[in-house]
């Protein structure tokens, strides 16, 4: 998806993602659920490393595999609590690691009703939203296009959640995916 679909003019550019030091062994052996939210917000390295993790590009091609290299997912960053980002919802451009304002203001409320009532939906400072067309995939492999969507949006969301795991592992958990 390009930013130029998105009439705001208003655009955050990403600071490249920051390489750790622990072992992918150490990350798993401490990762775990969390819905206790901080009132701190997140920086903007913070989430320029979720939304990387999840669907940005890497040395090859992107962070995460999708069958055909047809890359059918968006993703969301619903920000309501992020250092030097106003409250909104953000379509993250990976191609350009950037976010381009798509809609102002706090929609967590909405979310959270369409969540089933996720009370940490509402509380979190940042939503990552991932969003699947389901077209893409299907009107190249047919139905059973279906199920390699539901691996590709898999992939990302452990992506996030492993390098949350890794990033912010002694913090209370800051965002909700």
Same mark, same amino acid.
């Given at each position: 998806?390009?930013?130029?679909?998105?009439?705001?003019?208003?655009?955050?550019?990403?600071?490249?993602?920051?390489?750790?030091?622990?072992?992918?062994?150490?990350?798993?052996?401490?990762?775990?659920?969390?819905?206790?939210?901080?009132?701190?917000?997140?920086?903007?390295?913070?989430?320029?490393?979720?939304?990387?993790?999840?669907?940005?590009?890497? !040395?090859?091609? #992107?962070? +995460?595999?999708?069958?055909?290299?047809?890359?059918? &997912?968006?993703?969301? /960053?619903?920000?309501?609590? $992020?250092? !030097?980002?106003? #409250?909104? +919802?953000?379509?993250?451009?990976?191609?350009?690691? &950037?976010?381009?304002? /798509?809609?102002?203001?706090? $929609?967590? !409320?909405?979310?959270?009703?369409?969540?089933?009532?996720?009370?940490?939906?509402?509380?979190?400072?940042?939503?990552?939203?991932?969003? $699947?067309?389901?077209?893409?995939?299907?009107?190249?492999?047919?139905?059973?296009?279906?199920?390699?969507?539901?691996?590709?949006?898999?992939?990302?969301?452990?992506?996030?959640?492993?390098?949350?795991?890794?990033?912010?592992?002694?913090?209370?958990?800051?965002?909700?995916?």
């Amino acid at each position: 998806m390009s930013a130029s679909i998105f009439s705001s003019s208003i655009t955050v550019s990403l600071p490249s993602p920051k390489k750790g030091t622990l072992l992918l062994e150490d990350v798993f052996q401490e990762r775990r659920s969390i819905r206790d939210y901080t009132n701190q917000p997140l920086t903007l390295e913070e989430v320029s490393n979720l939304l990387w993790a999840g669907y940005g590009r890497n !040395n090859y091609a #992107r962070t +995460v595999p999708s069958t055909g290299a047809l890359y059918p &997912i968006t993703i969301y /960053a619903v920000v309501a609590n $992020v250092e !030097n980002i106003k #409250r909104g +919802v953000y379509p993250y451009q990976p191609d350009s690691h &950037i976010l381009v304002m /798509a809609h102002s203001g706090d $929609v967590r !409320n909405e979310l959270y009703k369409a969540s089933l009532s996720q009370v940490w939906v509402r509380e979190a400072p940042l939503v990552i939203v991932v969003c $699947v067309s389901f077209s893409i995939t299907t009107n190249y492999y047919g139905e059973r296009g279906v199920w390699y969507i539901y691996g590709g949006r898999s992939y990302c969301a452990e992506c996030i959640f492993t390098i949350y795991s890794f990033k912010f592992r002694d913090s209370f958990c800051r965002c909700f995916l």
